[in-house]
């Protein structure tokens, strides 16, 4: 059966097609009938279990309306979305086929590999088995990334229904979904450095509808930071909601990845104003270089302190006191570099030769940590734990706590 779900927030339309519709061969990407140098096994994920690996694409694909150039693929039969890596990579951000608790490692025969043309993405789950449950026989299927934002979602094997797998170990989900990261209000952190992750918006798939050569396809539908001006943002009949913020040049609902810059920049304030408010009219002959320039941002305040200002422009012989002084500030300046350059090499000297004193053990330990403090998740279980795959054999760690947007 093929039907058309219009999504409540506007971001996807999607239709599912049964093994009997011709659309379902039409979306079905082979990878065996391409060239061996455009099909790439990923040799970790087909070799692992719950590992991650990030993947560059050769396009800006645009997800919910932000565009991105880097994946992270995951054995467990879906895409992370995020830029911010830690372990819950099931939590939120992602595109899932059909995420559940496969194990590629458990046959020579279960790949994961994925093409990737410039206009279109492929990653396949080949003959992947579930977990303790291996059995049950193999599934293959896969995601598909076309570079206008169209994602399919196409199912060749599917020896158990979705239904029946078992998510005590593992999430299992079809859909997408996506977040946004905000910092908590100062009366209620207790670390400085917790940011707290909310998802806005979920696609999810009735799992009754997936079985053996079916296929979903998700259209992406207009969204508010496509607009590049603020007449298109407050007028468009493609979007509705937008507000435009001009000390950031963008259009917004105030609901995407960009929100906490959209607070802190008093967006949800100039939102509400017009685009006469940006951009007044001026008497005739009274016309600058700056106001020809449409649309072009109001300097705040905040902004013209920042400029450079020039007064009492000087037509006469210059002033050689005045040159003296900038002489001797600028030697003042370059005398304060070198001392502190030379005060860092001494520094790192002693560190390299002196390593079991106490201070420089402690910046030594410390300083591959900061980088990636610890994350807690509320309401989820260690299960859900990922691994990413680096060179150097190197887990990040994210700084996030998920929760459910209301």
């Excluded at 996807?12 to 979306?27: A, C, K, V």
């Excluded at 449409?294 to 006469?316: A, I, N």
Aim: a negative charge.
């Amino acid at each position: 059966m093929t039907r058309i779900v219009e999504d409540s927030q506007r971001y996807y339309r999607w239709q599912s097609f049964g093994p009997t519709d011709r659309r379902t061969e039409d979306l079905w990407v082979d990878l065996n009938n391409l060239h061996k140098s455009q099909v790439r096994i990923h040799g970790i994920l087909s070799n692992t279990h719950r590992q991650a690996a990030r993947v560059a694409l050769s396009f800006d694909f645009p997800f919910y309306g932000h565009y991105l150039r880097q994946i992270i693929v995951a054995t467990g039969g879906f895409i992370f979305m995020g830029e911010i890596t830690h372990r819950m990579l099931t939590a939120t951000q992602y595109i899932a086929p059909l995420m559940a608790n496969f194990d590629p490692s458990f046959s020579k025969n279960s790949t994961v590999r994925y093409s990737d043309n410039g206009n279109l993405f492929v990653v396949q789950w080949d003959k992947v088995r579930l977990k303790d449950r291996e059995d049950e026989g193999p599934f293959t299927f896969q995601a598909a990334l076309h570079k206008n934002g169209t994602i399919v979602f196409n199912y060749r094997e599917i020896p158990v229904p979705v239904a029946k797998i078992n998510s005590t170990e593992h999430p299992v989900k079809v859909g997408l979904s996506d977040a946004f990261m905000a910092f908590l209000s100062a009366s209620q952190l207790t670390d400085a450095k917790r940011r707290t992750i909310y998802e806005y918006h979920r696609v999810e798939i009735d799992t009754t509808k997936i079985g053996s050569r079916s296929a979903f396809e998700f259209i992406p539908l207009p969204t508010c930071l496509q607009h590049t001006s603020c007449d298109l943002c407050l007028t468009s009949n493609l979007t509705s909601g937008c507000g435009w913020c001009n000390t950031l040049q963008r259009c917004s609902d105030g609901i995407d990845r960009h929100r906490q810059e959209w607070l802190d920049y008093n967006c949800p304030e100039e939102a509400k104003g017009t685009c006469e408010d940006y951009n007044p009219v001026l008497p005739d002959g009274s016309a600058s270089s700056f106001n020809q320039s449409s649309p072009g941002p109001t300097p705040s305040s905040s902004v013209l302190e920042d400029q450079p200002v020039t007064r009492d422009l000087q037509t006469g012989p210059p002033n050689h006191k005045g040159i003296t002084e900038n002489t001797a500030i600028i030697a003042g300046v370059v005398a304060a570099l070198v001392l502190l350059v030379a005060l860092t090499l001494l520094a790192v000297y002693y560190i390299n030769t002196h390593p079991t004193v106490a201070p420089p053990f402690y910046l030594m330990q410390r300083r591959t940590n900061n980088y990636w403090p610890s994350m807690k998740f509320r309401n989820q279980g260690c299960h859900s734990s990922y691994a990413e795959v680096e060179l150097g054999g190197h887990e990040k760690e994210g700084f996030i706590e998920a929760e459910q947007c209301c």
